[in-house]
């Protein structure tokens, strides 16, 4: 594939840093690459000296002379695609898009530009094949104020930040004044003088130094208001910074005040480093700083909120660490440069591979109708496949996952399982020969098996989702399998499963953070969200507790779930001691509404690939008690955010209830489960790693990057 990067110029800035990074990336991925820039700067040697070709067109007679020489070096170079960055570039890149047949025009908006831009948009926006944007709220502004693109025809993928391979060393401010900083350019709209402003006061009652790094235009006017201030002896101006790394490294606090911010790079860089963050509640910021976890947001232009949630900081030295940390973990999950780039090589190949407004076509094939973990992992990969522009059609049994595909846009038919599931293979069949799809995801055994005979006699390739310790045969006709946790992977390899054939994706769910309502004192309500079947263990764990029942706190058990041990299961509870304690609510659509008002969490699983039904609840902060089984362990570490018992164990669960349910240990058993959460739940990450499966498997340059599935 060969590729043109063409920019503005080649000063620095986040949307030269970006093409200088995708440059790098596409050759890494064996792909030409060529340079442009109407004008010169001082990346254009740095670029040159890694033997990139580097191409100015120069800016004379309004740009004309310059647009012959971008539309003489398409017809040397022949591009595939041509990515454009900036106002300039992306309109002249329009204006020759009719000129070079063949060649597709990606645009990335790197923010709200003038009011000149906004009026030739409205015009020019639909020359473009696909349009870029680096947060949410910038795509859902252009949406509003510019052009609604059509389903397919626009993305959201967050630059990201190198993350750090070192860590930082913790800065301990005992004996020494609290660094609060800042780096950006010297810019009004970077709201430097709103620090400036919020700070008067905090100098004066605290021992604090203020350090601006960065340099621009307002430089002079900001130390004069801060002479006016009288701040100057606590105020640290560094000028421009070769590494912002050893910048953020001396600082204790990070404070962006914009007021106004697409993204947010030194924020992610900033959190990256393990510092806490005070930032306006502006443009994408609130897409990377949680409130309350990763530092504080204020209303943009308010000095006084801004001086206040400082302050909090400054005072309080175990919750700057605690922020740090989460911000580390946030970034490293979901703001990572590399996840960014592979996003871009992804996309590349797809528009290349279809015709504009067409779309990579993936079919899911769910032999169930119910809402379990497998389902919801189905359900997730559908959304997040279809917001990035993948189109999404379903085979499944039936409500409620039916109504729940539907719901988000995706055509789904039905089909019984009954019959062995004879009647599924059918409507499955006539469902691939209907959508022509390029791949199918099966989930659960009996869609694997049907989706994989399908393949047999010219069907599309196929890869299958193990989400449980399940038999090879049903997956012995599929291209690849994904196993949900290194225990599954290990339990197919064991069974003569090619490790080609693996890649071992854990399972992930979207979502921040979220805190339960309940105060951690008796009477605890404990959880077991599951399905009412034989393997998920609720009556030994039933059982064990009532014939323990005097050995535990005041307790209530709430059993979400339907199935067909539901009647034995009722039984049992109705004729003995825990007729008053337990509760049996069916099948909850919607278990965010419950999981605020529980303390715990058990799921006592004679076997399981890797609960979502536990990833959930951690991300309320509930810990959990679970049986040391399959993919468990990958998700509750004994002790820390929950505890492990065997299955059967009646000793070992009434031991692990009553130390879960101490109150003197249950709030680090919670901050440990939101720990957790955070530091392995890179939900954006299981969806590159299944798009780069996906190109490995199908051999399509639309899917992405030649990435070995197996990798």
């Known amino acids: 594939m060969k590729i043109l990067q063409l920019v503005n110029a080649l000063t620095w800035g986040g949307a030269q840093i970006l093409v200088s990074d995708l440059a790098r990336a596409a050759r890494r991925a064996g792909h030409a690459t060529v340079i442009a820039a109407f004008r010169d700067g001082p990346l254009s040697a740095p670029l040159r000296g890694e033997g990139f070709d580097v191409r100015i067109l120069g800016e004379e007679l309004f740009d004309i002379a310059a647009a012959w020489r971008l539309l003489a070096l ?8 041509i990515h454009s960055h900036l106002s300039r570039a992306t309109f002249w890149a329009r204006v020759l898009r009719n000129r070079m047949t063949g060649t597709r025009l990606v645009t990335t ?7 000149r831009f906004h009026s030739v948009e409205k015009r020019m926006a639909s020359l473009s094949d696909h349009i870029l944007f680096p947060s949410g709220f910038l795509a859902d502004w252009y949406e509003k104020s510019i052009h609604k693109l059509p389903p397919g025809r626009a993305s959201v993928i967050y630059p990201g930040v190198e993350t750090g391979t070192t860590p930082r060393t913790v800065r301990i401010s005992e004996g020494r004044p609290i660094r609060v900083g800042t780096l950006s350019r010297l810019h009004r709209v970077k709201g430097i003088d709103i620090l400036l402003e919020a700070c008067a006061g905090l100098c004066s009652r605290h021992s604090l130094q203020i350090v601006i790094g960065g340099d621009g235009k ?11 201030l009288g701040i100057g002896a606590c105020l640290e101006w560094t000028g421009p910074v070769s590494s912002p790394k050893e910048f953020l490294d001396t600082l204790d606090i990070f404070v962006a005040p914009s007021r106004e911010e697409a993204f947010g790079i030194t924020i992610c860089e900033a959190m990256d480093r393990s510092l806490p963050v005070v930032a306006s509640r502006v443009g994408g910021i609130p897409e990377i700083v ?6 504080f947001l204020v209303p943009s232009e308010d000095k006084d909120a801004l001086a206040q949630a400082i302050e909090h900081l400054l005072q309080d030295e175990p919750r700057r660490l605690s922020m740090g940390v989460s911000g580390n973990a946030r970034v490293n999950a979901e703001f990572r440069r590399k996840a960014c780039l592979d996003r871009h090589m992804i996309l590349y190949h797809n528009i290349l591979s279809h015709s504009p407004g067409d779309r990579v076509a993936i079919h899911l094939a769910v032999s169930s109708c119910e809402l379990g973990g497998g389902e919801r992992l189905a359900l997730s990969l559908a959304q997040a496949l279809r917001s990035r522009g993948v189109r999404i059609t379903a085979t499944c049994a039936g409500d409620p996952l039916a109504a729940r595909l539907r719901e988000v846009g995706v055509e789904t038919s039905v089909a019984p399982m009954t019959a062995g599931g004879f009647f599924f293979g059918i409507r499955l069949a006539r469902d691939l020969l209907l959508h022509r799809p390029d791949l199918v995801s099966a989930h659960l055994n009996r869609a694997a098996l049907a989706s994989g005979m399908l393949r047999l006699i010219g069907g599309p390739r196929v890869i299958s989702h193990v989400h449980g310790l399940n038999r090879e045969i049903y997956y012995r006709f599929s291209d690849h399998l994904v196993a949900v946790s290194e225990s599954v992977g290990e339990h197919l390899r064991s069974q003569g499963v090619s490790p080609k054939r693996i890649s071992v994706i854990p399972n992930r769910i ?16 404990v959880g077991i969200p599951a399905k009412l079947h034989a393997n998920k263990g609720h009556r030994w764990a039933l059982e064990a507790i009532a014939n323990n029942i005097y050995k535990l706190p005041a307790l209530r058990i709430e059993i979400f779930g339907d199935g067909p041990e539901r009647p034995s299961l009722q039984s049992f509870v109705t004729a003995g001691a825990l007729k008053d304690i337990v509760t049996f609510h069916g099948f909850q659509p919607d278990m965010d509404a419950w999981y605020p008002n529980l303390h715990l969490v058990m799921l006592p699983s004679l076997g399981e690939g890797i609960p979502l039904s536990l990833i959930e609840p951690m991300r309320w902060g509930l810990p959990c008690i679970a049986t040391d089984v399959g993919g468990i362990p990958e998700v509750v570490e004994n002790g820390a955010n929950g505890v492990l018992v065997k299955p059967g164990d009646e000793e070992g669960l009434i031991a692990g209830l009553n130390r879960l349910l101490s109150p003197s240990a249950y709030e680090s058993f919670r901050a440990a489960a939101h720990e957790k959460f955070l530091a392995i739940n890179d939900f954006e990450g299981m969806i590159d790693r299944f798009e780069q499966v996906c190109a490995g498997v199908s051999g399509l340059p639309g899917f992405g990057s030649a990435v070995s599935p197996a990798s």
């Open 74 to 81: 398409c017809r040397e170079f022949r591009p595939d695609v």
């Open 109 to 115: 908006i790197h923010g709200f530009e003038s009011g």
């Open 218 to 228: 307002e430089r002079r006017n900001l130390e004069e208001q801060a002479v006016r």
């Open 290 to 295: 949680r409130d309350g976890i990763d530092g």
């Open 510 to 525: 979207s979502g921040k953070p979220m805190n339960q309502a309940v105060p951690p004192a008796p009477p605890w309500v």
